[in-house]
């Protein structure tokens, strides 16, 4: 069972470019071993995706391996000419992609797809493919696969389109599975039942998993072995055991610390900076120094900053979290008796029509927010939580009046925002902003940071000339921690940790009170995560900000939130305050998002490490 199934050695993989050569991968080796799981964490920029994309020979066409070799089974991958290794590539070592929409065709059905791969590499009839695909749907958890075999992608939710990828990637049997960020855009539930999956494909059938993610928590859950990249190279290899209860290297140490735990007790959390610091080497590479973090600075990190401030002690009362049964950190507050909410929603309902036939008569509806109601005080962060799909961006975007509701009152400062003009409307959209999920897709290519920043500036009369709304503009940058000389740059020119920072100092551009952050995190690496979770609490803090913070993370929003609401098929589930809903969770539908949250408890990964061996040591007796 420790038989290397694939070897690489000394890799290097280049990138040829108008400004030279980019290195991406510099020079690693590592193994993966039968029937195993080999886990690759880093940083969006690390080389991780590069070296899978390697071992598959599917680099652009600027990509080339200059160095090294690619061994499976004996057998030199990167001497292959490509006709043989098409004959590898779904057969032998098979691949799942990060996002499962845009890798599957939306022209084709769900099982025409997954039929195509078994009918290249096996000699079957087209009745037999379609047999074999409804088994893998059967296997991979796909309901009812008679019928959703003839399903369109569109038709399927994200965690079945990543089941149909990964049926695929299994048609023929392969020996070596990649998975390249498998679950990053999945719900933790979603998340949870694909990990599952993996598990008990790999153990069934002795398959070896090349698992590639940059969160750690994630690796606990799956990995035997961990391989650590940062910025082409691999810094750290070994134990998943090992690396999580004893890491040496500063960059390991600093991932760990970032993620935001449901029993964290930061209110600041580390970053990667606080670890290490990196200066340019004379090889083009970085040379990294570590850091030292000291007492002061973890105190710091447990002490400083906003305390949580809770609805007043009445409303806990009434709605059944009294202040004296609750736990409560040493500086949490309440809101001042009698105080007015500065949002109250109440009953707010979207529905969008169903449509069918030939003349699109309405024969139902979708009931995406279904009487919602809560209530939000200035300086107050609520945390919107639950599944794709349960209502929660909607609700964010029917307070904004961004999708119009079909019934309910949005009371902001005591003005109905359902029955202002457009006009007015307008100038209320001054005090209420909103950071989307995808940074890239929301900022305009062609327009530089400084237009960007500076229009809604103008549209709102902000500024006495341009020079001033320039000025404006930059230290707008400074304060979210970007420089004035990005004014002149365009969306494509930054990372995605910037062009996230860039939307948050758009949504302050017109000096608003309240922000919808949805989703404004989930596609960030966790230590990118980190820096703008901290921004945001210090915007938040300077600014007197007021926040409904969106995501399907449990971890995240009890980070970030003072009091949580669990939403669940349009309707909110639970509400209360967002440290005694996860110590108390009172409905079992949260008890399932806690659960599924990952976790890297030493303890939880030494008890799955055992079980490991038993299943390994099973399989080496069963092949005896």
Known sequence: MNQSIVSVKNLVTQFHTEEGIVPAVRGISLNLREGETLGIVGESGSGKSVTSFSIMRLLAGTGKIAEGSISYLGRDLVALSETE????????????????????????????????????????????????????????????????????????????????????????????????????ALDVTIQAQILDLLRKLRDN????????????????????????????????????LDIFSNPQHPYTRGLLACRPRLDTKYKVLPTVADFMETVKADDGGVKIIEKTMTEKRLESLTTEGRGRLLHPRSVLKAIGHPWEDSPHAPD???????????????????????????????????????GVSFDIFRGQTLGLVGESGCGKTTTGRAI?????????????????????????MRQARRKLQIIFQ????????????????????????????????????????????????????????????????????????????????????????????????????????????????ISHDLSVVKFMADMMAVMKEGKIVEFGPSE?????????????????????DIELIRQRQIERQVVLAARANKAQ
């Not at 059938?205 to 993610?213: N, V």
């Not at 019934?407 to 029955?419: F, S």
């Not at 005694?580 to 890297?600: F, G, M, N, V, W």
């Open 85 to 184: 290794m098409q004959k590898l590539r779904g057969k032998e070592i098979s691949m799942i992609f990060q996002e499962p929409m845009t890798s599957l065709n939306p022209v084709y059905t769900v099982g025409k797809q997954v039929m195509e791969a078994i009918l290249i590499h096996q000699n079957v009839s087209r009745q037999q493919a379609r047999e074999r695909t409804i088994e893998l749907f059967r296997e991979v958890g796909i309901p009812a696969p008679e019928t959703r075999i003839d399903s369109y992608p569109h038709q399927m939710s994200g965690g079945q389109k990543q089941r149909v990828m990964i049926a695929m990637a299994l048609a023929c049997n392969p020996k070596v599975l990649i998975a390249d960020e498998p679950t990053t």
């Open 205 to 240: 059938r002795g398959m070896s998993i090349l698992f590639i993610t940059h969160d750690l928590g994630v690796i606990a859950e799956i990995a035997d072995e961990v391989a650590v990249m940062f910025q082409g190279e691999i810094v750290e290899h070994g134990k998943v």
């Open 332 to 370: 949490t507050t309440c809101v001042t008796e009698g105080q007015a909410p500065l949002l109250r929603v109440r009953d707010l309902k979207v529905h969008f029509p169903i449509r069918k036939g030939l003349f699109l008569r309405t024969v139902g509806h979708v009931k995406a927010v279904d």
């Open 400 to 424: 904004l009046r961004l999708i119009e509701p079909d019934a309910g009152e949005v009371l902001y400062d005591g003005v109905n925002l359902r029955q202002l003009g457009t006009t007015a």
């Open 438 to 549: 995808d940074p890239y897709g929301s900022m305009n290519p062609r327009l530089t940071i400084e237009s960007m920043l500076t229009e809604p500036m103008v549209i709102q009369g902000l500024g006495k000339s341009a020079t001033d709304r320039r000025d404006m503009a930059v230290a707008l940058l400074e304060e979210v921690g970007m420089k004035a000389e990005h004014l002149r740059r365009y969306p494509h020119e930054f990372s995605g940790g910037q062009r996230q920072r860039i939307c948050i100092a758009r949504s302050l551009a017109v000096e608003p009170e309240f922000i919808v952050c949805d989703e404004s995190v989930s596609a960030l690496d966790v230590s990118v995560q980190a820096q703008v979770l901290n921004l945001l609490k210090r915007l938040q803090a300077k600014r007197g900000l007021t926040y409904i913070f």
């Open 580 to 600: 005694t809903i996860y110590a108390r969770p009172h409905e079992q539908y949260t008890k399932d998002l806690i659960a599924a949250t990952p976790s890297d």
